[in-house]
T-cell receptor, first 112, second 114 residues
Framework: DSGVTQTPKHLITATGQRVTLRCSPR?????VYWYQQSLDQGLQFLIQ???????AKGNILERFSAQQFPDLHSELNLSSLELGDSALYFC???????????FGQGTRLTVV | GENVEQHPSTLSVQEGDSAVIKCTYS??????FPWYKQELGKRPQLIID?????GEKKDQRIAVTLNKTAKHFSLHITETQPEDSAVYFC?????????????FGTGTRLQVTL
């Protein structure tokens, strides 16, 4: 157990819908990262938050947005879903500085 | 931003042989180089990391080497075992303060055959 919790584990929804994925970081970690991993693909960096503020941005679609709340949990919002958005979405958290990032178990999103 | 290239994309070795995975990076400011292992359907987990002030690090059968001048680093697994079969990801991270764009290489699928 990495200490990073993601909910839900599985999500099935229809095209055009909107979903919210939730991530609770390890206790004390201020940084949260979001990744998308399509079938047999790599880890595509989406966005990083640090203590509630956006710090780095990757190839995140305009239909996707994220935020980090005062209690440090983060949510990734995916809207106008398309079939191609089906993927495993991971969040990771880390302390400040040159340290290991810990991944949650992921949310598997299936768009039908 | 940082661009990390990883080779090979797939690697098949016989049990007991060594495996080497190579990564190159572009940003000379990168100062942290972790390697993650992802088993099928599971989360990526750190197996070894190296900081820019170190040239080599070893942990049992796993070692990582870093050549800052050439901007490349490698993962070496000796005496491979079937449980080493997984996808391995490298990353090169310029960590400055609170911002660290944690970008991974494209991954290497390692298969260890009996």
């Amino acid at each position: 157990d990495s200490g990073v919790t993601q909910t839900p584990k599985h999500l099935i929804t229809a095209t055009g819908q909107r979903v919210t994925l939730r991530c609770s970081p390890r206790s004390g970690d201020l940084s949260v990262y979001w990744y998308q991993q399509s079938l047999d693909q790599g880890l595509q960096f989406l966005i990083q938050y640090y203590n509630g503020e956006e710090r780095a941005k990757g190839n995140i679609l305009e239909r996707f947005s994220a935020q980090q709340f005062p209690d440090l949990h983060s949510e990734l919002n995916l809207s106008s879903l398309e079939l191609g958005d089906s993927a495993l979405y991971f969040c990771a958290s880390k302390e400040r500085g040159v340290t290991e990032a810990f991944f949650g178990q992921g949310t598997r999103l299936t768009v039908v | 931003g940082e661009n990390v290239e990883q080779h090979p994309s797939t690697l098949s070795v016989q049990e007991g042989d060594s495996a080497v995975i190579k990564c190159t990076y572009s940003d000379s400011a990168s100062n942290y180089f972790p390697w993650y292992k992802q088993e099928l359907g599971k989360r990526p987990q750190l197996i070894i990391d190296i900081r820019s002030n170190v040239g080599e690090k070893k942990d049992q059968r796993i070692a990582v080497t870093l050549n800052k001048t050439a901007k490349h680093f490698s993962l070496h697994i000796t005496e491979t075992q079937p449980e080493d079969s997984a996808v391995y990801f490298c990353a090169a991270i310029p960590i400055t303060g609170t911002a660290s764009k944690l970008t991974f290489g494209t991954g290497t699928r390692l298969q260890v055959t009996l």
